[in-house]
């Protein structure tokens, strides 16, 4: 967790960190989201290849938060300080080395001179009305390890920010980088160098956004040296006031040493890819999903390789190979024919190079051309109790059907007298014990095989429990 501010005061504290327990559902590979109300709490991800931090330490004022996929939403936050002094706190995700709490498949240290490549992506989600930025934060150390405090420096990368709050020290210059237009501000703080990099023309997502021209230009303004070591890259939220429904998706990072003598070296091909499994969405598309592979010490996965035959037991070959090089673990088999079973395999691909190839997974698509046998769903439930009269929920709707929902109505009938009392990503209404939240505009339908996690809500019970509704319906249709 960062436990430094970013403005003109500076503040100690202790390192600390809380290991959050992992949720999974046994019929998914997907990893339900966890949500936690603890000031100093971690929550793994992906196996440990990413790590959630809360990170509240200028407040005590509650923050809860829940983690989902690579990333996170706030689902309480209600700060209220100055934005001349420190941020309340940092919710973010990372990946390397922070005080000493690592994750797993670590790319760093890095030696600075050393980096072959740095690469990040993230979308954000911001609600109006807050003072807080939303930024990278990431750490160079004079030495390859530290438990502690960096002391070489900070680099942050603003992409969006609101309100009044600024960098700390003073803007120094202006940079054109990733053909982006950046305010640069550099500043020292007791025992470490702060540059900032704020951009110009606001966005809420980036995509495989090079982070090497960022480090060169610091080196270039004294503010980094080339041989200090690039620890770990954060991504999340400064918040001075507000801050709830602040969220972060899709976060990713992946860095390579290059052969000179301070980097790190991959020196092992990956174990075989888990969780492989394949789900028809028509009469001509399977959609296939898998477990994120651990990278090995030193390693990133750079890639997966997907084969498809129509015979099972089949051995992977070049002759098989449908795509390679793909990054997320997932892949959409398109152009297929009608009832027909087809059987895949993955393998994973580092730069020392390639995984066994996965157990094997298969599906049929549908006999007709329109679509399949229609929608089915299922919804995981997650509850976070607050205090003695409120709690916090998640859910994810799972379409486990053969065809994309849209216009969707999602409905359930509470217990205990619970009510709703706010709600994201849903317009919710609620008579009696029964309630209705009916999707926003600008929510995305639900694909086959596919889910939707954003929802969630604060309410209130009158009672000792809270009770997870028996049964939920979308579109009238029951979810198992």
């Known amino acids: 967790m960062r436990l430094v501010p970013k403005t003109q005061s500076v503040i100690s504290h202790p390192a600390i960190a809380l290991a959050a327990c992992c949720m999974f559902f046994q019929a998914s590979i997907t990893v339900r989201a966890q949500s936690t109300c603890s000031p100093s709490a971690t929550v793994s991800i992906n196996g440990g290849q990413y790590i959630y931090q809360q990170n509240e330490w200028n407040s005590n004022a509650e923050q809860c938060a829940t983690v989902s996929g690579v990333g996170f939403t706030l689902t309480t936050a209600n700060f209220d300080l100055p934005t001349n002094g420190a941020p309340a706190t940092y919710p973010s995700v990372y990946?390397?080395?922070?005080?000493?709490?690592?994750?797993?498949?670590?790319?760093?240290?890095?030696?600075?001179?050393?980096?072959?490549?740095?690469?990040?992506?993230?979308?954000?989600?911001?609600p109006s009305g807050y003072n807080n930025d939303a930024a990278y934060d990431i750490w160079f150390n004079q030495t390859s390890t530290t438990s502690g405090q960096p002391n070489g420096t900070e680099v942050m990368i603003w992409i969006n920010h609101q309100g009044s709050p600024q960098p700390f020290g003073s803007q120094t210059a202006t940079a054109t980088i990733d053909g982006a237009t950046w305010q640069v501000w550099t500043g020292r703080q007791s025992s470490w160098n702060i540059i900032s990099y704020v951009r110009e023309t606001p966005v809420t997502s980036v995509s495989n956004l090079n982070l090497v021209p960022f480090f060169s230009d610091a080196v270039s303004r004294g503010s980094l040296e080339s041989s200090w070591w690039l620890i770990d890259v954060e991504y999340g939220f400064e918040i001075w006031t507000g801050g709830q429904g602040l969220a972060v998706s899709n976060f990713s990072v992946s860095a390579a040493a290059g052969s000179g003598g301070g980097g790190s070296t991959c020196s092992q091909a990956p174990s075989a890819p888990s969780g492989l499994t394949g789900t028809a969405a028509s009469s001509s598309v399977i959609n296939l999903s898998w477990t994120a592979d651990v990278a090995p010490a030193n390693c990133t996965i750079t890639g997966y390789n997907v084969y498809r035959s129509t015979t099972s037991g089949f051995t992977p070959?070049?002759?098989?190979?449908?795509?390679?090089?793909?990054?997320?673990?997932?892949?959409?088999d398109s152009g297929l024919s009608a009832g027909t079973t087809y059987y895949y395999v993955v393998e994973a691909v580092d730069a020392a190079g390639t995984s066994p190839p996965s157990s094997q997974a298969s599906a049929t698509t549908s006999t007709s051309g329109g679509g399949g046998s229609g929608f089915a769903c299922h919804v995981v439930y997650t509850i976070s109790p607050q205090n003695s009269s409120a709690f916090g929920a998640a859910i994810t709707i799972d379409n486990t059907g053969t065809v994309a929902i849209s216009g969707w109505k999602l409905t359930w009938t509470f217990a205990n007298g619970q009510t709703v009392s706010q709600l994201w990503n849903g317009a919710e209404s609620q008579s009696g014990a029964n309630v209705t939240v009916t999707n926003l505009s600008y929510n995305a339908s639900i694909p086959a095989g596919g889910s939707y996690s954003s929802l969630g809500f604060n309410g209130t019970w009158n009672g000792t429990t809270n009770s997870v509704p028996s049964s939920f319906a979308v579109n009238g249709t029951t979810c198992k």
């Open 95 to 126: 990946r390397g080395c922070h005080w000493g709490n690592c994750t797993s498949s670590n790319p760093f240290p890095i030696e600075e001179s050393n980096i072959a490549s740095a690469s990040t992506s993230v979308s954000i989600t911001q």
């Open 317 to 332: 070959s070049s002759s098989n190979l449908i795509a390679s090089g793909v990054t997320a673990n997932s892949y959409s």
